[in-house]
């Protein structure tokens, strides 16, 4: 791909493995506050229907839905309720220690640094562009090692707009000064990264962590992140 100087990522579950560390922070959080003992709850149990409210609400606030406030006081909340505990203080206490606790573990997805490095090796200019929040976002880099390949950290809080919405990658190239013909997107959500990335012109590799196996003609696809190297 003679063209491209410049690539944007997706960060979690693309380079960061969000799905990981979150599994990690929350088996803390359940054991230190003794859930199994005092409310009979399996804590795998408790994972699943935790992960898949927080999928939805992520969803929500991608398309527009609800705010990250929202999100913020409904996941945990919702996720107890699910097994018949009503406790707004527990579920705020799940989620201010939740994101602090989080950045303790800063587990990458395999194979993230070793391609960090070699698309290094090869000059290419590299960002980041997150519907995650500023803060959590920088942190994650910073804390993961990873925060010094990148010119640019782009996130949804900063400029108010979400993937898939133009705007956002509209704001993210023109702060890494490069244009749609020499830019790429790596990213492992089907909507907010290869739908956004293709309505607003920019080529796409799609991360297809969860095997969705997609049948589109000629859209770049990966199952792995060092598979990367055949296309850059």
């Known amino acids: 791909m003679k063209n491209v100087r410049h690539i944007f990522f997706d960060l979690d579950n693309t380079l960061w493995d969000h799905r990981k560390n979150a599994y990690l922070t929350i088996k803390e959080l359940f054991k230190n506050q003794e859930i199994s003992e005092k409310y009979k709850i399996d804590f795998e149990e ?5 992960h898949i ?17 929202y999100l913020r006081k409904h996941r945990f909340y919702d996720t107890f309720l699910n097994f018949g505990v009503d406790d707004v203080n527990l579920a705020d206490y799940f989620e201010h220690h939740f994101l602090d606790e989080i950045l303790k573990y800063n587990e990458l997805v395999d194979g993230a640094l070793d391609l960090l490095n070699y698309l290094k090796s090869k000059n290419y200019k590299m960002h980041i562009i997150s ?3 500023q803060e959590v976002t920088e942190r994650k880099c910073i804390l993961s090692g990873i925060s010094g390949f990148f010119e640019t950290i782009t996130s949804a809080d900063s400029v108010n707009i979400r993937k898939p919405r133009p705007e956002i990658f509209e704001y993210s190239l023109k702060l890494a000064k490069a244009s749609k013909e020499e830019s790429i997107l790596i990213g492992d959500d089907w909507i907010a990264d290869v739908k956004g990335a ?15 196996n997609p049948q589109e003609e000629g859209l770049k696809f990966i199952k792995h992140l060092s598979e990367i190297k055949q296309y850059l």
């Open 198 to 212: 293709q309505n607003f012109g920019i080529d796409i590799i799609f991360f297809d962590v969860l095997d969705e």
């Open 131 to 133: 519907n995650g929040f």
């Open 46 to 50: 408790f994972h699943s229907t935790y």
């Open 53 to 69: 409210i927080n999928e939805k609400l992520w969803e929500q606030i991608r398309d527009g839905e609800i705010d990250k406030e």
